[in-house]
Every structure is written in structure tokens, then in C-alpha cells.
């Protein structure tokens, strides 16, 4: 059985959409997949049911070839579920455990170019907990209106997302872009923040425009590879597997508009020392070998202005939250109270 080639896994069978269709997607896809490790067990039980197979299989069997997979991996992914809609938006989202009596909900928000299957490893980490995440406008499988992109306009989202899902109060995380909306939100209604864990997070005086390059979110757009290997560099140390294919082929589809105005979002998000005001259990993560320029010296201040710990990760780069996830939780539950 350790003899059989690695075969091509849809990830639409483990909960992502399938890569798109494109020639150049095809090849950077293929060889993501190549790369990709696979235990006997995965392959095993890719072998029963191919997905490559011309055939169609009956809706029970799909069923069962998906929980046999998912079962396999260390952290399966969880498939995607819509929060009712409101007006024109609809919140895509992805839940880990179930509400338990006395405790409240985790709410992760993933940062730019990335979806909510990003906390697939860290949510699988917090089994005592019931994590949901969001996709963010313009990201994911969400669906609404191409404009609101302002961190403001963003966190507004969020809100709609726990009145939708009837959450009044929840621990709330978020990962780059992510940390600024569950700031802005803590800081619009710090009721509804139980606790607040910021990974990763954006300069709170607003990022500065020499750290920002206008062409590069179609540059990632219009190269597929160019994509792949920026996020490569970004977490050196999250494993190749089936999730890492998953997250750069959904990570992709993001719209470019949303990338664009990520620019100016982050550039004039200043809550700078009003951040102070906020009292409720709140530190900082960021990976000692953070590649973005600027990266530590903004958690740092995000921590001096929130008056909390800022907590290095030294095998993490900008996705502690996918290179470390064991050693996050740990941490993350005394934030939570755990």
C-alpha cells in the first residue's frame, strides 16, 4: 500500500470548492497536489472512490466517500452552512464543535485572501469549544453586494452575523484583516465582546502606504502561481497537505475589488490609543518570523495600546494559527478562561 502514487483528491469532497478551470490553475493545482502528503489511510481510501471516476455516484454514496475522507484527516474540514439572510447579504460560515451550557461561542474572523477554513486546525485544537467563522464579504462562499469594504463596513457585518446566529456575546479572534474587524466591533459594542485574541494584527495607527503595494492583489489575481508562492513565504511551516490546496484555490477566488480596498481599509484604520478603553481578557499573537514588513513592531503596538501581553510564536511566520495551532490554543485558553 506505501507503494501507491498519490491520487488527486477533489476538495470539494473534504468541503472546498474545486479549483477553477483555467489551464494555469490546473498546472499550479496539480502540483500542489503533488506535493501534498498522503498517509495510507488517505490513499486507501482515495482509492476507493476516485473522484476522477467518469461515474456518477448516488447522493448516499457521496455521503459515505465524504465522512470516510474526513474521517482520515487529522483536522477535516468542515463544509460551509449560510447564516439566514439578511438584505442582500448572505454570511457563509463554518461551525466546529456544538453550544454547550455555560459556555460561550468562539468567533473567528480569517484576514485577506483566505476563507474560514483557515481555522480548520486551530478549531480542531479547541475540542471544549464551539467555534464559528465566518467568510468575510467579497471572501469565501459569502454572497452580497461588491462594495463595504471599509473595516467599519466590515465589522458592521460581523454584527449582523451574531444577531443572525442569535449570539449576544462570544470570544472573539481574529488573523490580519480579521483583527481589525474584531476590534472595530469590540470597540462599537464591547458588550458583545466576551474576550479578544488578535493574530497577526494590522498597525493600529494605520498601515503605512510604503507598506502596501497597490499592484499586488492583481498581480496574485492574474497569476495563479505568483499566489501560491506568496503564501508559500507567508507560512513556511503549515503542513502541504489536502488544506493548504484547499486554502490557496478558495483563497484565490476572492474577489479583486476586496483585495484593492483592503489597501485603503487598512491604510485608514487608526483606533490607535482609543483601543485603551477596551477591559475586557485580550492579548496578542504574532510569529517571530513574520515576513511582512512591519509585522512585529504592529503587534506590538497593538499590545501597548490594548494594555495586554504580545505573544510570540518562534516556528510561526504571518498563519500561527496554521503553523503552531497546538501551541495557540494553549494559550488562547487562558484568554478564554479555559
Known amino acids: 500500500m506505501g507503494s501507491v502514487a498519490a491520487p488527486e483528491i477533489s476538495p470539494r469532497e473534504v468541503g472546498i470548492v474545486p479549483s477553477p478551470a483555467d489551464d494555469d490553475w490546473r498546472e499550479v493545482s496539480r502540483e500542489l497536489r503533488q ?5 495510507d489511510a488517505v490513499r486507501a481510501l482515495a482509492l476507493c472512490a476516485p473522484w476522477t471516476a467518469p461515474q456518477r455516484r448516488s447522493p448516499a454514496l457521496e455521503r459515505s466517500c465524504y465522512h470516510r475522507r474526513a474521517a482520515a484527516m487529522k483536522a477535516p474540514i468542515i463544509r460551509t452552512k449560510f447564516a439566514p439572510k439578511r438584505g442582500e447579504l448572505e454570511i457563509s460560515y463554518r461551525p466546529w464543535g456544538s453550544p ?3 459556555s460561550l461561542p468562539v468567533v473567528a474572523v480569517h484576514g485577506d485572501w483566505m476563507t474560514s477554513a483557515s481555522w480548520t486546525l486551530l478549531a480542531s ?3 471544549e469549544c464551539w467555534v464559528l467563522a465566518p467568510d468575510l464579504r ?3 462562499k459569502t454572497r452580497g453586494p461588491d462594495h463595504g469594504y471599509t473595516i467599519a463596513e ?4 460581523l454584527a449582523v452575523f451574531l444577531d443572525l446566529m442569535e449570539l449576544p456575546r462570544a470570544h472573539l479572534v481574529g488573523h490580519g484583516l480579521g483583527a481589525a474587524v474584531v476590534t472595530e466591533l469590540a470597540l462599537d459594542a464591547p458588550r458583545c465582546a466576551v474576550s479578544l485574541s488578535l493574530i497577526s494584527p494590522p498597525n493600529v495607527d494605520g498601515t503605512a502606504a510604503g507598506l502596501l503595494d497597490p499592484e499586488a492583489p492583481k498581480a496574485y489575481k492574474d497569476s495563479p502561481r505568483a499566489f501560491a508562492d506568496a503564501l508559500d513565504e507567508l507560512a513556511p511551516n503549515a503542513p502541504r497537505d489536502m488544506l493548504w490546496v484547499g486554502l490557496i484555490e478558495s483563497g484565490h477566488k476572492q474577489r479583486l475589488s476586496a483585495a484593492e480596498a483592503n489597501l485603503a481599509a487598512l491604510a485608514s484604520w487608526r483606533p490607535g490609543d482609543a483601543l485603551a478603553k477596551l477591559d475586557m481578557p485580550r492579548a496578542v499573537f504574532v510569529g517571530e518570523r513574520d515576513p511582512c514588513p512591519g509585522a512585529l513592531a504592529a503587534a506590538n503596538r497593538a499590545a501597548k495600546a490594548l494594555g495586554c501581553s504580545c ?3 518562534a516556528d510561526s511566520a504571518h498563519y500561527p494559527h496554521l503553523e503552531q495551532p497546538q501551541a495557540l490554543a494553549e494559550r ?7
Not at 466590515?154 to 457585518?157: F, G, K
Not at 488562547?332 to 479555559?338: C, D, I, Y
Open 125 to 127: 485544537e479547541l475540542t
Open 311 to 313: 505573544e510570540t510564536l
Open 138 to 140: 467579497g471572501r469565501g
Open 332 to 338: 488562547m485558553r487562558k484568554v478564554f478562561g479555559l
Open 154 to 157: 466590515l465589522a458592521a457585518d
Open 100 to 102: 454547550r451550557f455555560g
Open 35 to 39: 506535493r501534498a502528503p498522503f498517509d
